[in-house]
């Protein structure tokens, strides 16, 4: 199992960094078909070969992937869209 771990810090507030983190878990549910639910500050989100959550804090988004064996060859896809988006919308 290919495993991705980002941690970023930021300086948005709980609020403006939880609104960020769901149109992070929308891009990703539409652009890779994943499915998502938010467990407290935790987004939790899945589909067949991945499994993953974005940890939401005042002051850091730490995300965590996980990708079946079928999966692995678009781990640096993923990976790039994700320090994309974050680059981008945290600055």
Known sequence: MAKI????????GL???LKDAEQLALMLADRF????????NKLVFHRTGVKGFLDVTETTLEIHVEL???MRPFKA???????NYL???LR
Do not use: C, M, P, T
Request: net charge negative; glycine share 4%; proline share 0%.
């Open 68 to 70: 079946a064996l079928l």
């Open 77 to 83: 896809v993923v990976e790039r869209e994700i320090h």
């Open 87 to 89: 680059e981008k919308e």
């Open 33 to 40: 078909d994943a499915k998502y639910e938010w467990k407290g």
């Open 15 to 17: 609020e403006q960094a």
């Open 5 to 12: 771990s980002v941690k970023k810090d930021h300086n948005l």
